[in-house]
């Protein structure tokens, strides 16, 4: 399933150029159209005129002239490839998620916890991703080993990072006499996005973690390509010129 964005595009916009070309076309119709009338002001006789000429087709003498430059125009456009950015699901793709459940995501600086709140967050970022994504997850505590599917991509593999909790964040230990203070370090973090290409983030409370997990999810669940839309230019300039050949031969018993 493709999701259009909207953003047309021609691969070949040097061809544009031809445009000019209907541009004159249209310049040139008006022009023959005003000399046809101020020639036919020059006769003399003009109950005679009325008499042989047939009768004055208005407005309908345009409208073959304008479906047929409308339809040159949809030529060049097709003929100049155009193209559109869709949103393509990565079906392929495979999303690791590192989840930290050491001492420090008990901290309740984040209700009712970090890891709590981080397990529901994840929760919802799976259901965001397309279904056929493949999925896994690793915890880490205290040693963190990144685990990537096989791939051909030596360069990297883009890791992005989620700096979860405040600078307040504190736990109870047994043996010790006060809370321990378990601040994130979003530096450190972004040092790890930074290194390999991905996007550091932060949040300090539930609902910004799940709107970090939404904007995630919609990069890495989706990919931007270019849609070849030339079929639609081709078949909308083919129907105009069908229209304007049976009004052309409806009107005037001729085509255009």
């Known amino acids: 399933m493709t999701t259009p964005v909207f953003a047309l595009t021609f691969v070949e916009s040097g061809r544009l150029w031809l445009l000019l070309g209907v541009a004159a076309l249209g310049i040139s119709f008006v022009v023959l159209q005003r000399r046809r009338a101020t020639y036919a002001?020059?006769?003399?006789?003009?109950?005679?005129?009325?008499s042989v000429a047939p009768k004055n087709p208005g407005y309908?003498?345009?409208?073959?002239?304008?479906?047929?430059?409308?339809?040159?125009?949809?030529?060049?456009?097709?003929?100049?490839?155009?193209?559109?950015?869709?949103?393509?699901?990565?079906e392929r793709a495979t999303i690791m998620m590192a989840i930290d459940t050491s001492l420090s995501m008990e901290a309740t600086d984040v209700a009712p916890s970090r890891l709590e709140a981080a397990q529901n967050a994840a929760k919802q970022f799976v259901e965001l991703l397309p279904p056929r994504l493949n999925v896994g997850l690793v915890t880490f505590n205290g040693t963190?080993?990144?685990?990537?599917a096989p791939t051909q991509d030596r360069d990297n593999?883009?890791?992005?990072?989620?700096?979860f909790g405040t600078a307040d964040g504190v736990?109870?230990?047994?043996?010790?006499?006060?809370?321990?203070?378990?601040?994130?370090?979003?530096?450190?973090?972004?040092?790890?996005?930074?290194?390999?290409?991905?996007?550091?983030?932060?949040?300090?409370?539930?609902?910004?973690?799940?709107?970090?997990y939404e904007d995630i999810g919609?990069?890495?669940?989706?990919t931007t390509e270019l849609k070849d839309i030339t079929g639609t230019f081709v078949g909308a300039s083919l129907l105009v010129l069908f229209i304007c050949a049976a009004l052309s031969q409806l009107w005037f018993s001729r085509l255009p």
């Not at 002001?41 to 009325?50: E, I, S």
């Not at 963190?144 to 990537?148: F, I």
């Not at 593999?157 to 700096?163: E, L, N």
């Not at 919609?218 to 989706?222: E, M, N, T």
Request: proline share 8%; glycine share 8%.
């Open 60 to 90: 309908r003498r345009y409208v073959p002239a304008v479906l047929m430059l409308l339809a040159l125009a949809g030529m060049v456009g097709a003929f100049a490839k155009p193209a559109r950015d869709v949103r393509v699901p990565r």
């Open 171 to 212: 736990i109870d230990l047994p043996g010790q006499d006060g809370p321990i203070a378990v601040p994130v370090n979003p530096a450190a973090l972004a040092k790890v996005a930074n290194a390999t290409h991905g996007t550091a983030f932060t949040a300090a409370t539930g609902s910004e973690l799940k709107q970090v």
């Open 144 to 148: 963190a080993v990144v685990k990537v």
């Open 157 to 163: 593999v883009p890791v992005s990072t989620i700096a």
């Open 41 to 50: 002001v020059r006769f003399t006789n003009l109950a005679l005129l009325d």
């Open 218 to 222: 919609s990069s890495v669940g989706y």
